[in-house]
């Protein structure tokens, strides 16, 4: 499934969707599947790379804006609860979303982008409390506005990577 179709259905195959009130045996046969195909999934390397590289990159990101004025411009330091947000909003992506390119406001909130070429962008800032700042060019439209990240990433941030993907 690609990131596209995966956006449209609102789920991410690594990260676990909110447990299920079916109590019936066919729910329950149903619920062991889907957890099994994730496991499988997850143990695959192209996927897991994906994953990790995304958070690595954000580490490397925590460790170089650790110190106030990192940027030579007055930079703030990377909160710490925004690091923890981006964490979670990575672990939320779709799992064949592109690796995005990952850095730190000044203003210490994560910044998460991809970048495909003039007029294909489309980037998220990850603040402390859970919002989401987003902006994006796709073509001779543009998006932008502010959500908030909760068990799942919000179906305006989902769209807009549709788009930025369907536009590459």
Do not use: Q
């Not at 007029?119 to 959500?147: D, H, I, N, Q």
Request: hydrophobic share 45%; glycine share 10%.
């Amino acid at each position: 499934m690609t990131a596209h179709a995966i956006a449209w259905t609102g789920g991410s195959l690594l990260f676990p969707l909110p447990t299920s009130n079916g109590v019936s045996r066919e729910a329950r046969v149903l619920w062991d599947a889907v957890s099994t195909a994730r496991s499988h999934l997850f143990e695959s390397l192209s996927l897991r790379g994906v994953a990790e590289a995304a958070l690595a990159k954000l580490e490397e990101v925590r460790r170089e804006s650790a110190s106030l004025n990192w940027d030579g411009y007055g930079g703030r330091p990377l909160d710490l609860r925004a690091y923890a947000e981006a964490v979670r909003f990575l672990a939320a992506l779709p799992p064949t979303t592109p690796v995005p390119a990952v850095g730190a406001d000044p203003d210490g909130e994560v910044e998460i982008g991809w970048n495909f070429g003039p007029r294909c962008v489309f980037s998220v800032s990850v603040g402390p409390t859970g919002r989401l700042t987003y902006a994006g060019l796709f073509g001779m439209s543009k998006s932008y506005g502010t959500e908030w990240l909760g068990a799942e990433i919000p179906r305006a941030i989902l769209d807009n990577l549709a788009r930025v993907f369907a536009a590459r």
